[in-house]
């Protein structure tokens, strides 16, 4: 069974310039999170989507956005990059969202790193 | 603003010893809890959940949940230097948030 998929693994960007992260889930997974990894600030969570919805949001400015499609691949932007933004971003997909059958276990894919010059 | 504390670290345990890393949270409503491991480079992998007051055990590693205090620990028995990543402890709320802690690099030392 394929794993959590993310692409780009790597890229480089300006200040000022945005960016698209794509992540495919775990098939039969339907919700999918995105996390954001900085030294120092540590995992942080960025927004949850189930069934093109999103249900979760973190305390990020609106220049991060996410969408989820029908096949459950989800993507997300960040416009007018920042030096701040330079992170590791990392997309996790679960088999459901919510509710007493969720565990709530998230499976990791690699992360897209980005650096804003 | 709901959140989950880990000593930083490095935490230097010999190898064969006992390693015991704790987190604390403050969302009183969190219903689940987790410990990933992240090797440096690679992305955090679950290697325990927990979801009731008391212990759970799986292998060498065993969870302990604390709802009164909101305390969760990780045990680790007979460390072994591959047991030297960081460790992420997490908290899913009513809200299904998933918060982590920023996490708790353990050192094995030979």
């Known amino acids: 069974k394929a794993g959590v998929t993310q692409t780009p693994r790597y890229l480089i960007k300006t200040r000022g310039q945005q960016v698209t992260l794509s992540c495919s889930p775990i098939s039969g997974h339907r919700s999918v999170s995105w996390y954001q990894q900085t030294p120092g600030q540590g995992l942080q969570f960025l927004f949850e989507y189930f069934s093109e919805t999103q249900r979760n949001k973190g305390n990020f400015p609106g220049r991060f956005s996410g969408r989820q499609f029908s096949n459950s691949r989800s993507e997300m932007n960040v416009s007018t990059l920042e030096l701040g933004d330079s992170a590791l971003y990392l997309c996790?997909?679960?088999?459901?969202?919510?509710?007493?059958?969720?565990?709530?276990?998230?499976?990791f894919g690699e992360g897209s790193r980005l650096t804003v010059l | 603003q709901k959140e989950v504390e880990q000593n930083s670290g490095p935490l230097s345990v010999p190898e064969g010893a006992i390693a015991s890393l704790n987190c604390t949270y403050s969302d009183r409503g969190s219903q689940s809890f987790f410990w990933y491991r992240q090797y440096s480079g690679k992305s955090p992998e679950l290697i325990m959940s927990i979801y009731s007051n008391g212990d759970k055990e799986d292998g060498r590693f065993t969870a302990q949940l604390n709802k009164a205090s909101q305390y969760v620990s990780l045990l680790i028995r007979d460390s072994q230097p591959s047991d030297s990543p960081t460790y992420l402890c997490?908290?899913?709320?009513?809200?299904?948030?998933?918060?982590f802690g920023k996490g708790t690099r353990l050192h094995i030392l030979p």
């Open positions: 997490a908290s899913k709320g009513r809200d299904d948030k998933i918060i």
């Open positions: 996790a997909s679960s088999q459901i969202a919510g509710g007493p059958l969720n565990t709530g276990e998230l499976f």
